[in-house]
Every structure is written in structure tokens, then in C-alpha cells.
């Protein structure tokens, strides 16, 4: 199987909603970050695949005041599973309250950045999608064995943490895991994810995912019709341009000349 993680970074590397950014409110300490980007484990891997790296993340939580609120929009597709696990940890640790605003995405590793929320609220139209982690790797069958073993103690561990934050039993969220599902706005609510249901709509997502099994298919606005092309109104030759018989019969012979020597 082909690593899927990378694809989703690779299909993401220019899509045109990443960002982020944090904002700070003229009227007081409280905050807003934009968390509207795929997830990768590095600044090196940003620097490569684009995305947030946890440095840059954990270091903007950290610089707000202790008790200020952090609203955190979250446009994302996923990514990195220990790299989003570092930024939820931060989120976390910080002692004021922690508003999660999910305005379009929230997909796979961004799913459990949400769960550090005090209050999780979703954009009318918003999406949210849980499933089992991925790896790419090689080596021979004991390696491979024990990375699925590893894989499994990952899914267990984010199966706690939706557990915790829903109130539902860890069998039933393993399995929405397994089936890669995906919840509008109503259904995370229902299922315990989110906290409300925003007025506003969600923001066009914008991301490639491919890279998923049962993603959504995006609906694209119908393309312009292109513009009538005008050909060109034919160039006349001068006369003498017209080479003579004689002439061609030279430059013909030079070519012959040449490709003979060229075979030589």
C-alpha cells in the first residue's frame, strides 16, 4: 500500500485555504488561531509539504496570557498523528478556557486537536472524521508486525480520547474508527464530538482527500466557458523567400553530407 499520508500532504501542498495564523484581539488577551492546514511532524516537513509542524504551534499557545480565551478555528484535513498529539497536549496545559470552532474540517489527526477544546462548535455544513491510523513502512515480517502492534496501541489511545470527550463506550467509537466515518455538524453533536451548532455556515473546505476511503465527494462550481480563440490571419511570404530548385537541391545535400558524417 502506498503511504497515504504522504499523498494527502502531496495532493495538499497547494491548496489554496491553508493558513496559519494567530490573531490577537485589540480589546483584550484573548486570541484567535487559525488552524486551516494539514498536520506534519517538523518545520523541515513544512518547509517540504507545507503544513503546521507542532513547534510553531505549541510555541503561539504558549505565548498567550495564562488566562485568556484561545479560540481555535480548525479547517484541516489531518496529518500527523504525535505531531497533532504535542499541539493537543498544549492546548491542554493552557489555563484559560479553549473554544474550538470547527469552520469546515476537521478530519483525522485534527479530530483529536478538537477534543482539548472546553466547548466544540461546529459551522452548519461542517464535517468531522475519525478512522485508524496509518503508517508506510518496510522491512521483513517481524517488523511489520510490530508495527501493527504499535498501530493498534495508537488506535486505542485515540479511542480513549474520543471515549472521554462523547461519554461513549471505546468498542463503539473503535468501530466508527475502523469504518473511517464521517459526521456532519448534527451527527458529531449527537454522537457527543461537538458541543453546538454555529449560525454560520461552513467554509468551503478546499482540500484534496483522495487520500480517504469514504470522503465526501466535493462539489466544484461549473468552469467558465472559454473564450472564443481568434486564429490568426494567415503571415504572406515575400516572394523571395520562395528558395529556388536548385537551391533546395543544395541545402539537401549538405543535410545527406552531414548525416553521414554524423553516423561515422
Known amino acids: ?64 496570557d495564562k488566562d485568556a480565551t484561545i479560540n481555535l478555528h480548525i479547517n484541516s484535513p489531518g496529518g500527523s498523528v504525535f505531531a497533532a498529539r504535542a499541539m ?49 513502512m518496510w522491512g521483513n515480517s517481524e517488523d511489520l508486525r510490530k508495527e501493527a502492534d504499535l498501530l493498534d496501541k495508537i488506535d486505542g489511545t485515540l479511542a480513549d480520547t474520543y471515549a472521554e470527550k462523547t461519554g461513549k463506550e471505546v468498542a463503539e467509537i473503535s468501530t466508527w474508527m475502523a469504518a473511517e466515518t464521517w459526521f456532519t455538524a448534527q451527527e458529531a453533536l449527537e454522537a457527543g464530538f461537538a458541543d453546538a451548532i454555529a449560525e454560520n455556515d461552513a467554509k468551503a473546505s478546499a482540500w484534496d482527500l483522495s487520500a480517504y476511503t ?11 466557458e472559454p473564450e472564443p480563440k481568434t486564429e490568426p490571419a494567415p503571415v504572406q511570404e515575400p516572394a523571395e523567400a520562395f528558395a529556388s530548385a536548385d537551391h533546395r537541391a543544395r541545402q539537401q545535400q549538405r543535410i545527406s553530407v552531414l548525416a553521414r558524417v554524423a553516423h561515422q
Open 1 to 64: 500500500m502506498k503511504n497515504r499520508l504522504n499523498k494527502l500532504y502531496a495532493d495538499n501542498r497547494k491548496a489554496s485555504a491553508r493558513k496559519f495564523e494567530v490573531v490577537a484581539k485589540a480589546e483584550s488577551a484573548d486570541v484567535e488561531i487559525f488552524l486551516y492546514d494539514h498536520i506534519v511532524s517538523s518545520e523541515e516537513e513544512a518547509e517540504w509539504w507545507g503544513g503546521v509542524a507542532p513547534e510553531s504551534f505549541v510555541k503561539a499557545v504558549y505565548a498567550v
Open 88 to 136: 493537543e497536549q498544549a492546548l491542554r496545559a493552557h489555563k484559560g478556557k479553549v473554544v474550538v470552532h470547527i469552520d469546515g474540517l476537521a478530519a483525522s489527526a485534527a479530530t483529536f486537536i478538537a477534543m482539548a477544546g472546553d466547548e466544540v462548535v461546529m459551522a452548519k455544513g461542517a464535517m468531522f472524521m475519525i478512522h485508524k491510523a496509518w503508517t508506510g
Open 214 to 224: 469514504n470522503a465526501p465527494k466535493a462539489t466544484k462550481a461549473p468552469s467558465p
